[in-house]
């Protein structure tokens, strides 16, 4: 299958759309998360929507963050390889499947909970804002 071209510019077609997702992407990245869950979570959620252009340059993204290629073609799997992601990763990714295919039954508590306790900083209370 070979590279198509580009159709279509957001940044060019909705400047807006693209600063506000520019300033998701900035955001994310000021919170001390690391750069490999991050790259997880995009593939993982590229993954669900079917987004072939976004794979690749999420993968490409992770191999030069120096990602395990085994971690990334065990990814769509990852409950049945637990064992080659943290336990931050399985929250995330467990919210990543949840929030990307919210409109078919939201965000269970369960999800919620596990994320709270995975991210929580020890001095806060579970579900504390920052």
Same mark, same amino acid.
């Given at each position: 299958? =070979?590279? +198509?071209?580009?159709?279509?510019?957001?940044?060019?077609?909705?400047?807006?759309?693209?600063?506000?997702?520019?300033? !998701?992407?900035?955001?994310?990245? &000021?919170?001390? !998360?690391?750069? #490999?869950?991050?790259?997880?979570?995009?593939?993982?959620?590229?993954? %669900?929507?079917?987004?072939?252009?976004?794979?690749?340059? +999420?993968? +490409?993204?992770?191999? #030069?963050?120096?990602?395990?290629?085994?971690?990334?073609?065990? %990814?769509?799997?990852?409950?049945? *390889?637990?064992? %080659?992601?943290?336990?931050?990763?399985?929250?995330? %990714? #467990?919210?990543?499947?949840?929030?990307?295919?919210? =409109?078919?039954? =939201?965000?269970?508590?369960?999800?919620?909970?596990?994320?709270?306790?995975?991210? &929580?900083? /020890?001095?806060? *209370?579970?579900?504390? &804002? /920052?």
């Amino acid at each position: 299958m =070979g590279e +198509h071209a580009q159709r279509l510019s957001i940044q060019d077609s909705a400047p807006d759309a693209y600063a506000a997702v520019l300033g !998701l992407e900035r955001m994310v990245h &000021s919170r001390g !998360l690391a750069s #490999r869950l991050i790259n997880l979570v995009k593939i993982r959620a590229s993954q %669900l929507n079917g987004c072939a252009y976004c794979l690749s340059m +999420h993968h +490409h993204e992770a191999r #030069r963050d120096g990602e395990k290629q085994s971690r990334l073609d065990m %990814l769509s799997a990852w409950r049945e *390889a637990e064992f %080659l992601y943290t336990e931050q990763e399985q929250a995330a %990714l #467990r919210l990543t499947e949840e929030m990307t295919l919210i =409109g078919e039954h =939201g965000v269970c508590d369960e999800v919620w909970d596990a994320v709270t306790d995975a991210f &929580s900083c /020890p001095d806060e *209370a579970p579900g504390a &804002s /920052p």
